[in-house]
């Protein structure tokens, strides 16, 4: 009997002794994986705010409106879990961002417009909502595409040139100029919507 007693303490103590070593890897590994999980999101962040720094730099992005499109990222966790969709999410967006202002950028600089680059990001900080909690599913998924769609500059910008003084001398003068006029001032509200 005390036999059977024996083996069966020994026996106990090393399914204890299996469970504890098994649950200390577990912890291990989901402590790793948080790790992992916090250092990517904090290469995505540190990008992001490192490109806007530059924006900032170059004057395209006024000072006070950093914090603004730094919330973008900085919030993102606020009210979302943290799983690996929401990361991908993540990088998604603050990619889709930083590549729509980079060729905005670039096609301003060819056509020589970028103060129209730097009034367009101006509209795109005044929509970012204030509150944190505002930085939600639906606003990554559905609002801030959005947002980021409306930063699109004219492909090419022609200069507006005044028009041309009209005699009275005959009405086709007057008539042929006004038709000249609609096109450019259809395109100066096209430029500034």
Excluded: W
Excluded at 110 to 119: A, F, G, P, Q, R
């Amino acid at each position: 009997m005390t036999y059977i007693v024996f083996v069966s303490i020994v026996l106990l103590i090393t399914i204890l002794g299996v469970y504890m070593v098994i649950e200390n890897n577990r912890q291990k590994a989901r402590d790793a994986e948080k790790k992992i999980f916090n250092e990517r999101v904090k290469d995505i962040t540190s990008l992001y705010k490192r490109k806007i720094a530059e924006y900032v730099d170059c004057k395209l992005i006024r000072p006070k409106h950093a914090p603004k499109f730094n919330a973008i990222v900085g919030n993102f966790f606020v009210v979302q879990a943290h799983n690996e969709e929401n990361l991908a999410r993540l990088e998604r967006v603050s990619e889709h961002l930083l590549s729509q202002v980079g060729s905005e950028l670039n096609k301003c600089r060819s056509n020589d417009t970028v103060d129209l680059l730097t009034e367009q990001l101006f509209l795109f900080a005044a929509e970012l909502p204030s509150a944190g909690i505002a930085y939600n599913k639906n606003f990554y998924t559905e609002i801030l595409p959005a947002l980021i769609s409306r930063i699109q500059t004219p492909d090419s910008f022609e200069q507006i040139e005044p028009e041309p003084e009209i005699s009275s001398d005959s009405e086709e003068a007057s008539h042929d100029g006004n038709d000249q006029a609609a096109p450019h001032s259809r395109q100066a509200a096209d430029i500034i919507n």
